[in-house]
């Protein structure tokens, strides 16, 4: 999580207060299977081993856990290297995959490229709406 700081409208004192939050975060993981590239996912940086073994088991590149020697993350340079033991053929795996862009986006898996160019512009609007009507809407969709 990242740690930022927000304005918040507190409905029942109808008062802004500055305050810190958490929001969720992604970063780039470089999965490789032994030496080879495999792709670049966009992910939460944490359970990265994890999230990297089920990324390779959904795709048929391993067949189960015991094909793994051994896993490597590093985080600073935010890859993660999963060593398949040598009975395991990694391009027979690699060549089978039905993975075809290696840029995995958080869009679900989706081959969009991943175009993120920094920070958004501030989004200028005449738009004004009561803090009622969002609190009352945001109760309906838990509903």
């Known amino acids: 999580m990242l740690e930022v700081e927000i304005v918040k409208y507190d409905l029942s004192t109808k ?39 089920g990324h390779l088991l959904s795709e048929g590149v391993l067949e189960s856990t015991q094909e793994i020697e051994e896993i490597i993350l590093k985080e600073k340079e ?19 995959s039905r993975l075809h862009a290696r840029v995995v986006t958080s869009a679900c898996g989706s081959s969009a490229p991943y175009q993120y160019k920094g ?24 509903f």
């Open 78 to 96: 935010n890859s993660c290297t999963v060593k398949l033991n040598a009975s395991v053929s990694v391009e027979d795996r690699v060549n089978i």
């Open 15 to 53: 008062t802004l207060k500055n305050i810190t939050d958490y929001v969720a975060e992604e970063k780039p993981l470089h999965l490789f299977i032994n030496t080879t590239y495999w792709a670049t996912i966009l992910c939460s940086p944490s359970n990265l081993k994890e999230m990297a073994v």
């Open 119 to 142: 920070k958004n512009p501030r989004v200028r609007s005449n738009l004004q709406v009561d803090a009622e009507v969002i609190f009352k809407s945001v109760n309906q969709l838990n």
